[in-house]
């Protein structure tokens, strides 16, 4: 409540007499009962950096950046309210506030609800990824096991099911103090365009407080490789999500520590950005069937990340509501440095790199430090 409108009330208190107190209070009671009333939790506020390269019939690529602010709103029937602006800096000043949206998130039963066609599709692919969960993330720190999202329910799903292996580990921080720090890497899974198949993989990475509540820094990296059209084509998306604070400064997280950079080192960011010879517009099948791959493959991987209910959608469906307008073209092609520099030298961070052609994983360019006594792979 503004401090307006409490002086307003204030003022209405002195003038009323006591029913009307108690009528007042026992109004409020029943809106909290009923989940009419919010507890207001404040506003975070995020940076994400989105890569889209392209391969096969010339070369395409396009690297975006958006701002967006969540305010979080309890109810008292357990159900949680994620309202978002999402900003485009790069737009004129009359798109800036681009794009506003929310949905909600029931805490009992887990599921999230949203309006709008691509909101509540995206809302069945997480739910789905939820009632596919069999592990939960907090039990596992220190240990690598596998979860399968089963996305069979969902029609409109361009893919059955994605398999996952994943990996939690603790990270210690001055800032922020004992955290816990997500890694699925999916197996190779295959859609259909123009008659042929395209394998795709996503591997992402996810930061959390280490009550799960709060994520801090997400990155995620899908490649998919055909032959379908006669020719050998390459899609690729990079994209780096991390909190700020109001006026878009990354918080500290400088001190991860090794163990996070080579968490982060297996999941394939590319050095160096696409070198463009021959440009050209992205082919039809990105724009429709590749795109719709991307948005559900990162939505499962955050979900099986998680293994949670709250905080990975103010990072998933964010993205997916943009990265349509990206490979659509709406923000336009631009340039910038890789996403793994950007990291590197904002951060402050010491990631040993992997070479990455296609969808295979080559052999670490710096050795990963893998072998130093912890459980995973």
């Not at 029937?77 to 800036?96: G, L, M, Q």
């Not at 950005?273 to 991987?301: H, M, N, R, Y």
Request: charged share 20%; glycine share 8%; net charge negative.
């Amino acid at each position: 409540m503004s401090q307006e409108s409490q002086g307003k009330m204030r003022h209405v208190s002195c003038q009323a007499g006591p029913g009307f107190l108690i009528t007042l209070s026992a109004i409020v009671l029943v809106m909290s009962m009923n989940g009419l009333a919010g507890n207001d939790e404040g506003m975070e506020y995020y940076k994400k950096i989105s890569t889209v390269e392209y391969s096969g019939e010339g070369q395409f690529r396009d690297q975006t950046e958006t701002s967006y602010s969540v305010e979080k709103e309890v109810f008292a029937n357990d159900r949680v309210r994620y309202s978002f602006i999402i900003s485009d800096p790069n737009a004129e000043t009359a798109r800036k506030a681009s794009s506003d949206f929310s949905f909600v998130i029931d805490r009992q039963t887990k599921l999230m609800s949203a309006a709008g066609r691509d909101l509540a599709f995206w809302a069945q692919i997480n739910n789905a990824s939820v009632k596919s969960l069999e592990k939960v993330t907090k039990d596992y720190v220190g240990k690598t096991w596998k979860q399968t999202v089963d996305l069979s329910s969902v029609s409109d799903s361009p893919v059955n099911d994605i398999s996952f292996t994943l990996t939690a580990i603790d990270v210690r921080t001055r800032a922020f103090g004992n955290m816990i720090a997500v890694r699925a890497l999916s197996e190779p899974f295959f859609v259909t365009i123009d008659k042929g198949p395209l394998q795709c993989k996503v591997n992402s990475v996810y930061l959390f407080d280490q009550e799960i509540d709060n994520v801090y820094l997400s990155i995620s990296i899908f490649v998919a490789d055909t032959e379908a059209r006669g020719m050998k084509e390459s899609l690729r998306h990079e994209v780096a999500t991390y909190r700020t604070n109001a006026s878009g400064r990354p918080l500290d997280l400088s001190d991860v520590g090794k163990d996070f950079e080579a968490l982060v080192a297996k999941v394939g960011l590319r050095r160096d950005s696409l070198q463009i010879v021959d440009e050209a517009d992205l082919p039809k099948w990105v724009q429709t069937k590749g795109v719709s791959v991307v948005q559900v493959a990162i939505i499962c991987a955050g979900a099986v990340s998680e293994g949670a209910i709250n905080p990975v959608p103010v990072v998933t469906m964010p993205h997916a509501r943009t990265l349509g307008d990206q490979i659509g073209g709406a923000f336009g092609p631009t340039g910038g440095s890789s996403i793994f520099a950007r990291l590197v030298s904002g951060f402050g961070w010491n990631i040993p790199t992997l070479a990455v052609v296609g969808t295979a994983i080559a052999v670490p360019i710096i050795i990963s430090q893998d072998d130093d006594g912890h459980d995973y792979p």
